[in-house]
């Protein structure tokens, strides 16, 4: 069984940074990719970012691409999501996700799920 725990959102303002950790459990950690997903009230879950199993290969979506940092240690089984140059349309719950299923990164179809932290991003 895997476990993910997520930490790091808080409020912040504009031009700000946020570091949000995702703490793993589970011996087969190092033999997933891994993501991060936002979502805000009443809208569907969207891709942020991901990363390959041994952190060779990262993803963004355009609206976070330059400013947002993905990363990984699989010797501490965490995840971390480096966030930059922060603007309010950025506030969401930020999710982390383990073990994409269907073959891509981009569609919320994964098979573990942290329960979410909470960023607000004031103007």
């Known amino acids: 069984q895997v476990q993910l725990v997520e930490s790091g959102g808080g409020l912040v303002q504009a031009g700000g940074s946020l570091r949000l950790s995702c703490a793993v459990s589970?011996?087969?950690?190092?033999?997933?990719?891994m993501a991060w997903f936002r979502q805000t009230p009443g809208k569907e879950r969207d891709f942020v970012a991901a990363?390959?199993?041994?952190?060779?290969?990262?993803f963004y979506a355009d609206s976070v691409k330059g400013r947002f940092t993905i990363s990984r240690d699989n010797a501490k089984n965490i995840m971390v999501l480096q966030m930059d140059s922060l603007k309010p349309e950025d506030t969401a719950v930020y999710y982390c996700?383990?073990?994409?299923?269907?073959?891509?990164?981009?569609?919320?179809?994964?098979?573990?799920w942290g329960q979410g932290t909470q960023v607000t991003v004031s103007s």
């Open positions: 996700a383990a073990d994409p299923r269907g073959g891509t990164y981009y569609n919320p179809n994964w098979s573990y």
């Open positions: 990363i390959t199993w041994n952190g060779g290969n990262t």
């Open positions: 589970g011996r087969t950690f190092r033999s997933y990719p």
